[in-house]
């Protein structure tokens, strides 16, 4: 039985049916002049030209190795038949681009950047075998190290079309640790995407440890309960929930993103969605010996004594920054230790869901605002946001807010997330600013992808159709504003998703719809095409051993949500 099964197994990877080409994001040129295929095993060197070249290399060797158990051999001179990562002083004169061929001399990647070299690699990962099951890993590894592996003979010309394409990820109403965003930010770079936006602080937890302010993690960053079923529960779960990165493992996950050349956004949330900050420090609220408003069914474990607390629930919350002296200079400690880890250009600062109740109430705030002339609350925020933004301008760095920090007023250097659909991010290139799309209907991948799914989602109803539709230059938008707009991203949201399956489930296989949208020429792109690339796709998805959804393929999803 054994035999014949690895008989199978091997036609079935050196077989024509592989010689089929899937790559996603689809390419900008890709030709096949000559049939035929090059076979990769143990004996193949990878061969790099340039030490900058080495991260993608590390990449392609590792991907090798844990899913087909072949290692290659690591050479530093050229050689026929072998894998060449060569960074060349003359490129395709784009940033990220490359090119790939593969014939009966071998494969050879040539880019002027790193970053071209490593997106060269993740064509040439989608150029091999994948197998249609994960069934008998141990003997495919062993069949794979006899026969080697085929990729298809072809000649590759490509660059990214947007320089901003992202994946955010909300580690505070669910925790993730080191380990798991350091696998997110595999699957990112797997996807050709360059930027990690991590939500690190709200509501429900502060996930980032300031050595300033200890209790921002050691209270801020726990929560008593979390409600059970959907906003506003049934109960309480009445199980104490959090966690935290070290500094130290900022630095390691900064690190690991920066070798497959993702940006890492770090987010922290100002001035609504702060009850985690103020249950840690109350003096930032402008109220602080009012007890924390807990909607819903509070637990009743825990510190009780307490006066504010870490939400338990989901949503917006009345009880947010002050803006006064001691809060400015609290957030101003805060950035600065965050801008000590984060190379990053861009500091998100938030801005999102703020009520102004408090400050309406506040005589603290009303007086703030005769004195600087604010003739309301959403100038009072924009006067908040504008001066954080002055404090991180004065370290070179620029703010990236969510689209209500147009409420009141932008401030001169921001740039501007849209969520609420497209309208912010129009209005915000018209006053030429630069713009990061993320509307909630098209890229809001905590939605649900099916009518029926099997556990809670947020709601919403966003298919992998709708993805793939989604165009980031709005049709209103001026052509000659088009230049604002960096790019997009999907946000993951993680109210109901409490495990790292859930994690995968919401994201595959939309992120390859994404992907698409981000990289590849608007010509180039259609269903048609991408959806035979995508069936590829989902094997990979298999491969990695990811729960992603099967929704596609009931027709029921066809039809949009009724509500
Ligand atoms: C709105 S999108 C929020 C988040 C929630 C999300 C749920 C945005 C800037 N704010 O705080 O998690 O809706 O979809």
């Known amino acids: 039985m054994r035999n014949v099964f690895s008989t199978f197994l091997v036609s079935l990877l050196s077989c024509c049916g592989y010689a089929q080409v899937a790559i996603i994001p689809q390419p900008v040129e890709m030709k096949q002049p000559v049939k035929g295929t090059f076979r990769i095993n143990s004996q193949t060197r990878l061969v790099v030209n340039n030490q900058d070249g080495q991260n993608a290399a590390d990449f392609l060797d590792k991907y090798l190795e844990k899913f087909y158990g072949l ?59 994948v197998p249609d099951t994960n069934e008998h890993a141990g003997s495919r590894k062993r069949i794979i190290q006899t026969n080697g592996l085929s990729i298809p003979f072809v000649s590759i010309s490509d660059y990214p079309r947007f320089a901003y394409r992202g994946m955010h990820l909300d580690v505070c109403r669910h925790f993730f ?46 929560r008593n309960g979390t409600i059970i079923g959907h906003h506003p529960g049934t109960a309480s779960d009445n199980t104490p929930y959090g966690g935290y990165y070290t500094q130290d493992e900022i630095k390691e996950v900064i690190a690991y993103a920066a070798e497959r050349y993702i940006t890492i956004i770090p987010e922290i949330e100002m001035p609504g969605h702060a009850s985690a900050a103020i249950a840690a420090y109350p003096q930032l609220s402008c109220f602080p010996d009012s007890a924390t408003v807990i909607p819903g069914p509070a637990s009743n474990a825990g510190n009780r004594q307490q006066l504010k607390k870490v939400q338990e629930t989901w949503g917006v919350f009345e009880d947010v920054f002050c ?32 009520p102004k109740d408090v400050w309406k109430k506040s005589a603290f705030c009303q007086e703030l605002m005769k004195k600087n002339g604010l003739k309301d609350e959403h100038e009072l925020q924009s006067y908040f946001i504008n001066r954080i933004e002055k404090h991180i301008n004065s370290k070179g760095r620029n703010i990236i807010g969510w689209n209500e920090i147009l409420e009141g007023g932008l401030a001169p250097n921001a740039t501007v997330m849209s969520w609420q659909g497209e309208a912010g991010g129009i209005t915000a290139a018209n006053q030429r600013h630069n713009v ?60 109901y998703i409490t495990s790292e399956a859930k994690v995968e489930y919401q994201l595959f296989p939309r992120m390859s719809a994404l992907s698409e949208v981000l990289w590849s020429p608007r010509e180039k792109r259609g269903w048609k095409g991408f959806e035979p690339r995508l069936l590829e796709q ?26």
């Open 323 to 354: 803006p006064s002296e001691y809060t400015f200079h609290f957030l101003e400690d805060v950035l600065d230790e965050v801008m000590n880890l984060f190379p990053s250009k861009y500091i998100h600062i938030g801005g999102d869901e703020c």
């Open 71 to 129: 290692e290659l051999v690591k050479e530093k001179t050229p050689a026929t038949g072998a894998i060449t990562l060569s960074l060349e002083k003359k490129g395709t004169g784009y940033p990220g681009g490359y090119t790939l061929l593969a014939d009966k001399t071998g494969v050879v990647i040539k880019a002027s950047d790193p970053e071209g070299i490593f997106y060269g690699v993740q064509s040439l990962i989608q150029l091999l075998p």
């Open 538 to 563: 989902l094997k990979r998805y298999h491969l990695w051993g990811t729960q992603y959804s099967r929704a596609l393929f009931d027709p029921a999803n066809a039809k949009p949500a009724t509500k």
């Open 436 to 495: 990061i799309m993320t509307p909630g209907g098209y890229v809001y991948f905590d939605h649900s992808q099916a009518h029926k799914e099997d556990s809670l989602t947020i709601g919403g109803f966003t298919t992998v159709q709708k993805v793939y539709s989604y165009e980031p230059v709005p049709a209103k938008l001026d052509k000659s504003k088009a230049k604002y707009i960096l790019g997009a991203q999907a946000n993951l949201w993680t109210e």
């Open 177 to 222: 640790p080191v380990s798991y965003v350091k696998q997110y930010i595999d699957y990112i770079a797997l996807h050709k995407m360059n930027y990690f936006h991590w939500h690190l602080t709200d509501d429900q937890g502060w996930r980032i440890e300031i050595k300033k302010y200890p209790l921002l993690t050691k209270t801020g960053g726990y």
